[in-house]
């Protein structure tokens, strides 16, 4: 079994940036991606990307600020995120797909999961 593990979370101003790293267990092969679940509020997309091809897709709130990526070499997968709001706030997972080759919005179809790093946004 894949397992993942996030870090580079922490507490930032609005406007700053933060990196965010998930290193896989293993070579996956698969598309893999991050969401993000704030209190009270029901898990969310942000991004994924491909294996071979690094296709990407990104909801649209955070479209055009935050660029995930990946090192295969390494098994792992980036998320830069810039210009951060208050409405970033969540805890941010990363998680992978078992079988497949194409990125996924809905977090069903995603196998393995990350423990989550907190991503804390003030104004």
């Known amino acids: 079994q894949v397992q993942l593990v996030e870090s580079g979370g922490g507490l930032v101003q609005a406007g700053d940036s933060l990196r965010l790293s998930c290193t896989a267990s293993?070579?996956?092969?698969?598309?893999m991606g991050w969401f993000r679940q704030a209190p009270e509020k029901e898990r969310e997309f942000v991004a994924a990307?491909?294996?071979?091809?690094?296709?990407?897709d990104y909801a649209d709130s955070v479209k055009g600020r935050f660029t995930i990526s990946r090192d295969n070499a390494k098994n792992t997968v980036y998320l830069q995120m810039n210009s951060l709001e208050p409405e970033d706030t969540a805890l941010y997972y990363c998680?992978?797909?078992?079988?497949?080759?194409?990125?996924?919005?809905?977090?069903?179809?995603?196998?393995?999961w990350g423990q989550g790093t907190q991503v804390t946004v003030s104004s």
């Open positions: 990307i491909t294996w071979s091809s690094g296709t990407t």
């Open positions: 293993e070579r996956t092969f698969t598309p």
């Open positions: 998680a992978s797909r078992r079988t497949g080759s194409g990125v996924i919005r809905d977090w069903h179809h995603y196998d393995y």
